[in-house]
């Protein structure tokens, strides 16, 4: 059954001479819709205004601006006579894009309890409409330009989808009765009958291509491929477990100056880190066992040590490294070593951070037009990540991808695998 009428007619259509893509990305278009409300259903009013930190966001802030982008970048260029929804919701819901005008702060957006939330809601369905009117009626001239902009749009809302799980989740960690985003019982562990022992698997070495095929779709940043010569290394086959990381808790791993670079020191510090973020010790006023326990999406529960770590700044992940005689990868040996045989936990468990700071790509140039400012403007001061996590939609993920975020971010699901230097 298709999740949208439209994708029937289109389909209905087909031979008559209606392009099959249109019906794909129509079909597309509606289950990534459909999936962010489903995102947002457990959460009341309330928390879905809520803004725990500058660098998170509301869920209905999630909700419109998604919208936002599809009605500004797609349907006010693209379908005439279209207008906005509502004008000054242009500027509540711009997120950082400079030639599209003023942007209500990013750190006030939890001050924004008007429009209601029912509102934004009928502001997703109208734009919903207008693009399934566009991507089914248009000519094939405003087709051409229309589709990878439908197209970004829905990956650019699975990016958003998985922000609203991490940004949720700080927020509802702030609340002293830790709630549960979602009551059911979490899956279990790939690990839960026991932590296999750690093999390392040696990389391709020398010249390697890396980047982008052009087969399929990928953000700007991703590109070109280009040559990297690599110098021999290892790989661990899996992800640093929740175990491993308490034995480097329980070695001092957060006393010990020499194991951390300068600023992850001093956020050691200042910050008063003493374990991954979410991670309740034994004398937290806040636990409720003798031992270790993780708040997550499904409450607090007991330690897994046999899970993948997770919730580490790029300074924990390289301080952990240092820890275990190692280091972390660079993008390009983590991407070279993707399809690798005996490589387990690439994708779907925690983003792993690399060692390689997230700069363009030799030759690299931004999408033309409004979306320039997707990600090139964001290449400084940035870590980059491989992988995908529990959090990712499914489908999102490809050995190309490149995730980043600041050496200090916590609250995303990220962890780290191992590599080291030489071969096996």
């Given at each position: 059954m298709s999740l949208n009428?439209?994708?029937d007619s289109l389909l209905a259509t087909a031979d008559a001479g209606i392009d099959a893509d249109r019906a794909r990305l129509a079909e597309g278009f509606a289950r990534v819709r459909a999936r962010t409300l489903a995102l947002a259903e457990p959460l009341s009013p309330e928390d879905q205004c809520v803004q725990s930190m500058p660098d998170a966001s509301p869920t209905k802030w999630h909700l419109a601006h998604t919208s936002w982008f599809f009605e500004t970048v797609v349907l006010m260029p693209h379908q005439p006579g279209y207008e906005a929804f509502e004008p000054r919701?242009?500027?509540?819901?711009?997120?950082?894009?400079?030639?599209?005008?003023?942007?209500h702060p990013r750190p006030q957006r939890g001050l924004l309890t008007r429009p209601l939330l029912a509102s934004v809601h009928r502001y997703r369905a109208h734009v919903e409409a207008a693009v399934d009117?566009?991507?089914?009626?248009?000519?094939?001239?405003?087709?051409?330009?229309?589709?990878?902009?439908?197209?970004?749009?829905?990956?650019?809302?699975?990016?958003h989808q998985e922000l609203i799980l991490t940004d949720i989740l700080h927020a509802l960690s702030c609340n002293p009765l830790?709630?549960?985003?979602?009551?059911?019982?979490?899956?279990?562990?790939?690990g839960a009958a026991g932590t296999p022992?750690?093999?390392?698997?040696?990389?391709?070495?020398?010249?390697?291509?890396?980047?982008?095929?052009?087969?399929?779709?990928?953000?700007d940043n991703e590109s070109p491929r280009h040559t990297v010569w690599l110098q021999p290394y290892r790989i661990a086959d899996r992800l640093v477990t929740c175990g491993e990381y308490a034995e480097f808790i329980a070695d001092g791993g957060y006393r010990r100056a020499s194991l951390w670079l300068s600023d992850g020191w001093a956020a050691v510090q200042s910050q008063q880190w003493h374990a991954p973020l979410y991670w309740i010790a034994p004398d937290d006023p806040r636990a409720a066992l003798p031992q270790w326990q993780v708040y997550g999406l499904h409450g607090v529960k007991p330690l897994d040590p046999h899970a993948p770590v997770t919730q580490l700044s790029f300074y924990e992940a390289a301080a952990f490294a240092e820890w275990a005689g190692a280091r972390l990868p660079t993008e390009a040996e983590w991407e070279a070593a993707y399809a690798l045989p005996g490589l387990r936990q690439m994708t779907g468990h925690a983003w792993q951070w690399t060692r390689s700071a997230y700069d363009p790509y030799p030759g690299f140039r931004p999408w033309a037009g409004t979306v320039a400012e997707y990600n090139g403007k964001f290449m400084v001061g940035?870590?980059?990540?491989?992988?995908?996590?529990?959090?990712?939609?499914?489908?999102?993920?490809?050995?190309?991808?490149?995730n980043f975020f600041p050496p200090a971010a916590r609250w995303q699901f990220s962890g780290l695998r191992l590599a080291r230097d030489g071969a096996c």
């Amino acid at each position: 059954m298709s999740l949208n009428p439209t994708v029937d007619s289109l389909l209905a259509t087909a031979d008559a001479g209606i392009d099959a893509d249109r019906a794909r990305l129509a079909e597309g278009f509606a289950r990534v819709r459909a999936r962010t409300l489903a995102l947002a259903e457990p959460l009341s009013p309330e928390d879905q205004c809520v803004q725990s930190m500058p660098d998170a966001s509301p869920t209905k802030w999630h909700l419109a601006h998604t919208s936002w982008f599809f009605e500004t970048v797609v349907l006010m260029p693209h379908q005439p006579g279209y207008e906005a929804f509502e004008p000054r919701w242009q500027t509540l819901f711009n997120s950082y894009y400079e030639s599209l005008g003023p942007r209500h702060p990013r750190p006030q957006r939890g001050l924004l309890t008007r429009p209601l939330l029912a509102s934004v809601h009928r502001y997703r369905a109208h734009v919903e409409a207008a693009v399934d009117h566009l991507v089914a009626r248009c000519d094939d001239a405003t087709w051409a330009a229309v589709q990878p902009l439908v197209e970004l749009g829905v990956q650019h809302e699975e990016q958003h989808q998985e922000l609203i799980l991490t940004d949720i989740l700080h927020a509802l960690s702030c609340n002293p009765l830790l709630p549960a985003y979602e009551a059911s019982e979490p899956p279990a562990a790939s690990g839960a009958a026991g932590t296999p022992p750690l093999h390392w698997i040696t990389g391709p070495a020398g010249p390697v291509r890396v980047g982008h095929t052009g087969e399929g779709f990928a953000f700007d940043n991703e590109s070109p491929r280009h040559t990297v010569w690599l110098q021999p290394y290892r790989i661990a086959d899996r992800l640093v477990t929740c175990g491993e990381y308490a034995e480097f808790i329980a070695d001092g791993g957060y006393r010990r100056a020499s194991l951390w670079l300068s600023d992850g020191w001093a956020a050691v510090q200042s910050q008063q880190w003493h374990a991954p973020l979410y991670w309740i010790a034994p004398d937290d006023p806040r636990a409720a066992l003798p031992q270790w326990q993780v708040y997550g999406l499904h409450g607090v529960k007991p330690l897994d040590p046999h899970a993948p770590v997770t919730q580490l700044s790029f300074y924990e992940a390289a301080a952990f490294a240092e820890w275990a005689g190692a280091r972390l990868p660079t993008e390009a040996e983590w991407e070279a070593a993707y399809a690798l045989p005996g490589l387990r936990q690439m994708t779907g468990h925690a983003w792993q951070w690399t060692r390689s700071a997230y700069d363009p790509y030799p030759g690299f140039r931004p999408w033309a037009g409004t979306v320039a400012e997707y990600n090139g403007k964001f290449m400084v001061g940035q870590m980059v990540l491989r992988g995908s996590s529990l959090a990712t939609p499914p489908g999102h993920a490809r050995s190309s991808y490149r995730n980043f975020f600041p050496p200090a971010a916590r609250w995303q699901f990220s962890g780290l695998r191992l590599a080291r230097d030489g071969a096996c």
